[in-house]
């Protein structure tokens, strides 16, 4: 394909990143005709190949080498997994409504673990019927406690891949296993759910779940796996207004179902003591992520308020005025695509859930990098809807888009410690791009005009 034909494609396919300077689209025609000679399909599985070698290794010689929970690395095994597990452990010896006591918590955790930091505080603060399976795992040794919660989560994670794999009829068959690598290799999952004990697979395999079903015809099963969310609530911060705007009443009935059904089991295993426990414990954590000093350690969120808070520091006002105005400029046109969206056209569908599980990632109060693994639900129905939209006259991913996923794949392995220096979350940033991105193809996908009137 010749240059000009290049740049006629990436015209068409992403308007809204490539007009402007003639020297702007040079720039993105040549990173992207650069991505498609460089990172073809082998180069990138032998990629994924080394990457999960690499991490295999560095876990096996971190069990090898636990002595009292710390590894030879110098972090404890499994890293947040140890607030689960003392939470099941308070379960099983105590009274169950004990689980948010902080006090007892942090006597146990440092039995535990007697070499950690004086101001380490690891509380369990997710739903009480979330404490059910770290029950079972609480009854083991923490290492096999941890392997096991290792192996579930890669079980759920693959689980909800090929949930979503299965019902996506534009991208190429043949193209499962690169995008299978990719999955598992990505940092949020590889580093900071699996080594960093968290709990992101339960989500990604919950929302797979919930889009599957409505693919299916069963908004109800949908809104049931969608109500498993609540054992972490900043995950349905913008999944619930979607429900409403998009007229998925009946998503909604099944949601309320499975949440009320959930609600009876919290009161039935930590009654209603623990429950208020646990109401209390998620009103502390959100006035402590809004608060100038919040303990929080700024660098491993991504969300839109850590993003500010990290930038700007001890000026509160600065940072709500900016944050509240990311709000009232984005809420709008999400919301607006939303009610405007034809729901039974699947295409639609797709683009309503990716732009959903994007934004929800950066329009939150609090969100670790680990549940960013979400995005890759996001990146494969939209990658689906540009190959549905394309034809053999024209390249289904534009070199913008491309290039987007390559900074999606790359930037959270070096945002860290990056944040820690700069005070800037280039992730934050890569998933806005990402979500502005989609914006602008949901509008010109749809014929919708994002703009009222």
């Not at 770290?134 to 290492?143: D, E, K, P």
């Not at 889009?211 to 609530?233: D, F, N």
């Not at 700069?422 to 991105?437: C, I």
Request: net charge positive.
């Amino acid at each position: 394909m010749s240059p000009v034909q290049k740049i006629r494609v990436s015209r068409k396919l992403a308007p809204g990143l490539t007009k402007g300077p003639n020297y702007l689209n040079k720039l993105v025609i040549r990173i992207g005709s650069l991505i498609e000679r460089r990172l073809n399909r082998p180069y990138i599985q032998f990629i994924c190949f080394l990457v999960l070698s690499i991490y295999l290794v560095v876990l096996a010689v971190s069990f090898a080498t636990n002595v009292r929970g710390r590894t030879i690395f110098g972090p404890y095994l499994g890293a947040d997994f140890g607030a689960f597990y003392i939470a099941g452990r308070i379960f099983n010896t105590h009274p169950a409504d004990r689980i948010y006591d902080a006090g007892l918590h942090d006597r146990l955790y440092r039995e535990q673990f007697p070499d950690a930091p004086p101001d380490s505080h690891l509380p369990y603060v997710n739903a009480p019927f979330f404490i059910l399976p770290f029950t079972v795992l609480a009854r083991l040794r923490y290492s096999w406690a941890y392997f096991l919660w290792l192996a579930l989560s890669v079980v759920l994670y693959v689980a909800g891949f090929f949930l979503i794999w299965r019902t996506l009829d534009g991208i190429p068959r043949d193209a499962w296993l690169m995008g299978l690598l990719l999955a598992v290799s990505f940092m949020p999952f590889l580093v900071e759910c699996l080594a960093g004990g968290q709990t992101s697979a339960v989500g990604f395999f919950c929302l797979a779940l919930a889009i599957v079903g409505e693919r299916r015809g069963h908004p109800i099963l949908s809104g049931i796996a969608l109500s498993l969310c609540t054992y972490k609530p900043t995950l349905l911060v913008l999944m619930l207004p979607m429900l409403v705007l998009t007229r998925r009443y009946l998503t909604v009935l099944g949601f309320i179902a499975g949440g009320g059904l959930l609600t009876l089991i919290s009161l039935l295993i930590v009654g209603w003591q623990g429950c208020l426990g646990y109401i209390n414990k998620l009103l502390y954590f959100t006035q402590t992520s809004t608060s100038a000093a919040s303990g929080l350690r700024s660098w491993k969120y991504v969300d839109i308020n850590s993003f500010f808070r990290l930038l700007v520091g001890d000026y509160p006002y600065l940072r709500w005025t900016l944050t509240g105005a990311v709000f009232v400029i984005l809420l709008p046109v999400i919301f607006r695509l939303w009610w405007k969206a034809d729901r039974k056209q699947p295409n639609n569908q797709r683009l309503v859930w990716a732009t959903t599980l994007t934004w929800t990632l950066v329009l939150n109060l609090y969100l670790g990098i680990y549940d960013t693994t979400l995005a890759v639900l996001s990146v494969l129905l939209m990658t689906d809807v540009f190959y549905r939209q394309g034809d053999s006259d024209r390249l289904p991913l534009s070199p913008a888009y491309k290039l987007i996923l390559l900074s999606l794949y790359l930037v959270p392995w070096i945002t860290q410690p990056i944040a820690r220096l700069s005070g800037v979350q280039l992730y934050t940033l890569v998933l806005a791009f990402l979500g502005s991105y989609q914006l602008i193809q949901f509008s010109r996908l749809t014929g919708i005009s994002p703009k009222a009137g």
